[in-house]
């Protein structure tokens, strides 16, 4: 989507993309899929999160934005015990997550959030298909004929059905992306986690990516994303929070924030990177 009309227009089939409207006030508790309370976290002497107070909601698509070094990428590394928080509290669908759980405990947490790194992370030795399949059969037990089926129709959804048999090693940086995010949807998440899906494709292989994150956030899905695409925060989240330092400076609707920034730090880092948006 490319203008706010576009997104005004999705607005009756999408109620939780914004259409610049305050959002109303009384969502209830049920609808909050991911809460930190109070969170912190140091590597060693360095405080890279501090006091994060953080919720995400059904169907809502939040973009985290900020300078490198921000703590962006490490909150959301939190959030599944990809790193264990120092102090304060995490909460997934309501059921407090903590690191230091027994793997097997921890296993049905975490499986509710969908992952989507930076470098792809698909198994080399394996095509295409087995990349999405592996997961739903060993970690959801789904039969072998439901997760193929169900592998084939996620690869169709990211435009990747003739890729099936491929291995990873002969597709593009755009392509091995879309076989990722197809891979965390498989596990049937109730939130995907982007980190910076785009920063390490060649330019004209972003355009692909960022098209199937719309698609998805278009169709309702639940979404943080730290990202470095300016364009995408503003025209596809809900809400765009700005970290710097470790904390979050400033929230608020993607249109507001963009144009009228309440926090200085916010404002020069906006300052810097608005000239690039059209």
Partial sequence: MNSEQDRTANASS????????????????????????????YFGD??????????????????????????????????????????????????????????????????????????????????V??????????????????????GEKLLAKVGLSEKRDVYPSRLSGGQKQRVAIARALAMQPRALLFDEPTSALDP??????????????????TMVVVTHEMQFARDVSDRVVFMSDGMIVEEGDPEELFKQPKNKRTQLFLERILSVLP
């Fill in 46 to 127: 360095k405080h890279v999160l501090k006091d994060i107070n953080f919720a995400v909601r059904k169907q809502e698509v939040v973009a985290l934005i900020g300078p490198s070094g921000s703590g962006k990428s490490t909150l959301i590394r939190c959030l599944n015990a990809l790193e264990q928080a120092s102090s304060g509290e995490i909460y997934i669908q309501g059921q407090k997550l903590d690191p230091y759980l027994p793997v097997k405990q921890l296993i049905p947490i975490r499986r509710e959030l969908g992952m989507v790194f930076q470098n792809f992370n698909l198994f080399p030795h394996m095509t």
């Fill in 204 to 221: 004209e292989l972003v355009g692909e990516v960022l098209k199937v994150m719309k698609d998805l956030a278009y169709e309702g899905s």
């Fill in 14 to 41: 999408h109620p939780h993309i914004s259409t610049g409207l305050p959002q109303p006030p009384d969502l209830v508790e049920s609808e909050i899929i991911i809460q930190t309370k109070g969170l912190n976290k």
């Fill in 129 to 150: 298909l087995q990349n999405v399949i592996e997961a739903p059969l060993l970690v959801r037990k789904i039969p072998r004929d439901q997760a193929v089926a169900l």
